[in-house]
T-cell receptor, first 114, second 113 residues
Framework: NAGVTQTPKFQVLKTGQSMTLQCAQD?????MYWYRQDPGMGLRLIYY???????DKGEVPNGYNVSRLNKREFSLRLESAAPSQTSVYFC?????????????FGEGSRLTVL | GENVEQHPSTLSVQEGDSAVIKCTYS??????FPWYKQELGKRPQLIID?????GEKKDQRIAVTLNKTAKHFSLHITETQPEDSAVYFC????????????FGTGTRLQVTL
């Protein structure tokens, strides 16, 4: 049981390049999320998916796209990377049982855009 | 939308002392208030949470209090230890089907010997 797995862990891009961050969870969770973490800004929601086949914008969606490929996988794509997208990205999922709303995070992906 | 403010941004305490971190929220519909701990270079992990029908919850050395009228909640850590050194995030939101939490900006806690 690996929990939430995201790849890659580190990536350096040049301005204008594209890339996709991959995320997979093996906990049979319905909801999945992408956050970005910047110093002094906390965790900000980029996009989320309440269930397979649905996606919705979060607080900071501009410059990103997502795909909920199936119940396990939720990917984040940067079509044309900008230096402002330099950040640590976390994927998370939530079980949403009656007694808990705990978010389970992946290990994070550190992205640098030059 | 929800707005969560967290104070202080940094906190230094001596080992054995208590630490208190405070958060305020804006949306009276929020009913779920978790706290996450993030050690350096690691992922955030839930350490304690409280729901709006409860005023206080305790788990060993950590406790959370909630004042719904004033829209604020606090994390209390007693008898701090070096391993408590981390960044702590509060959050507010709901646990509906499409749960969304709004996080505070974090508090870096340093426990000195």
């Amino acid at each position: 049981n690996a929990g939430v797995t995201q790849t890659p862990k580190f990536q350096v891009l040049k301005t204008g390049q594209s890339m996709t961050l991959q995320c997979a969870q093996d906990m049979n969770h319905n909801s999945m999320y992408w956050y970005r973490q910047d110093p002094g800004m906390g965790l900000r929601l980029i996009y989320y998916s309440a269930s397979e086949g649905t996606t919705d914008k979060g607080e900071v969606p501009n410059g990103y796209n997502v795909s909920r490929l199936n119940k396990r996988e939720f990917s984040l794509r940067l079509e044309s990377a900008a230096p402002s997208q330099t950040s640590v990205y976390f994927c998370a999922s939530i079980g949403e049982t009656v007694n808990t709303g705990e978010l389970f995070f992946g290990e994070g992906s550190r992205l640098t855009v030059l | 939308g929800e707005n969560v403010e967290q104070h202080p941004s940094t906190l230094s305490v001596q080992e054995g002392d208590s630490a208190v971190i405070k958060c305020t929220y804006s949306d009276s519909a929020s009913n779920y208030f978790p706290w996450y701990k993030q050690e350096l270079g690691k992922r955030p992990q839930l350490i304690i949470d409280i729901r709006s029908n409860v005023g206080e919850k305790k788990d060993q050395r950590i406790a959370v209090t909630l004042n719904k009228t004033a829209k604020h909640f606090s994390l209390h850590i007693t008898e701090t230890q070096p391993e408590d050194s981390a960044v702590y995030f509060c959050a507010a939101g709901d646990t509906g089907t499409a749960s969304k939490l709004t996080f505070g900006t974090g508090t870096r806690l340093q426990v000195t010997l």
